[in-house]
């Protein structure tokens, strides 16, 4: 989207041109604070896998709450996360699977039951994010240990999400959505993200943004930025634990809306908001025969900062 300037042209008076006001949207990291950050998501998903459809579906919410403490002397600051609650619903052709962190021994029957052992430690282990004097993300403290007391098949599926690089890259682009430098409404530009599905498996997402200038939220005056996903792209690690190999993808964007509202007084997102709906084609191949999918899969994502 072009920049719209307003000029004015001036005649007698001899005016100088006017141009829209430009702000700069910084993230700020504070000493000995305190949040919560509710986060809820929804993925539906059907996979057609040589003629036979699969369904799945999950919801779930969790509550963390971020501890920062006083910057060290290189300017360094830690601040810790931890889940205070948790909830997760799973349905999938192996059955249904429910969590709820408030009474996260009442176990069903289904196959899915794997997991719960992963549930019940994520509420045990915090996760303490490392920022340098800059406030981007350095490092992440967290003790994997964990992963030792769970099933080898959910190990291979999970491992990899909860690798301390990948943690801290997730960090690094969720703070890189913000613009660089300074914008005014109408303003754009773009962003890659790589999410980490876990087994090897890595969807991108290439978003545009547009900086959409200020609205009053609850009394509260927010920068509102908005984003379209225009392209995505799906990977499967050569090394992955999965008997399959990946020939190659289409997949593209049918739907997508999201919406970001930055508060500038406390410098972090008050409030995101998020729906995609992607669809296209997935060559796979195992033991050298090819395996064609077809893929449909809508997100849901909020998060609000209480």
Not at 35 to 42: A, D, F, G, I, P
Not at 133 to 151: M, W
Not at 209 to 230: F, S
Request: one cysteine or more.
């Amino acid at each position: 989207m072009m920049r719209r300037w307003l000029v004015v042209v001036v005649l007698v008076l001899g005016l100088p041109a006017i141009c829209p006001a430009q702000v700069k949207l910084v993230r700020q990291l504070k000493e000995n604070s305190e949040s919560l950050v509710e986060t809820s998501v929804k993925v539906q998903q059907s996979l057609k896998i040589a003629g036979m459809n699969q369904q799945t579906g999950s919801e779930n919410r969790r509550l963390v709450r971020a501890k920062s403490g006083k910057r060290d002397d290189l300017g360094r600051l830690r601040i810790e996360e931890k889940i205070e609650e948790f909830e997760a619903h799973i349905e999938a052709p192996t059955g249904k699977y429910d969590f709820d962190s408030k009474s996260p021994d009442a176990a069903g029957t289904s196959a899915l039951e794997q997991v719960r052992p992963l549930h019940k430690a994520l509420l045990q282990q915090p996760v303490t994010m490392v920022y340098d004097k800059d406030d981007s993300v350095s490092g992440v403290e967290f003790d994997q240990q964990f992963l030792n007391n769970l099933t080898p098949e959910v190990q291979v599926l999970v491992k990899d999400q909860f690798n301390t690089d990948n943690l801290k890259r997730a960090a690094r682009q969720a703070g890189d959505r913000l613009p660089m430098g300074l914008v005014q409404k109408g303003s754009t530009w773009e962003r890659t993200e790589t999410t980490n599905l876990g087994a090897g498996q890595q969807l991108s997402l290439t978003a545009k943004y547009t900086y959409e200038g200020t609205v009053e939220r609850e009394g509260k005056p927010l920068d509102r930025i908005t984003y379209v996903i225009e392209q995505v792209g799906f990977a499967l690690d050569p090394n992955s634990p999965l008997p399959l190999k990946l020939k190659g993808s289409d997949l593209k964007p049918e739907k997508s809306g999201g919406e970001i509202l930055f508060d500038q007084k406390s410098g972090q997102i008050a409030e995101e908001t998020q729906k995609i709906a992607l669809k296209g084609t997935i060559d796979f191949e195992i033991q050298n025969m090819p395996l064609p999918s077809e893929l449909e899969l809508t997100m849901e994502f909020k998060t609000t900062r209480k």
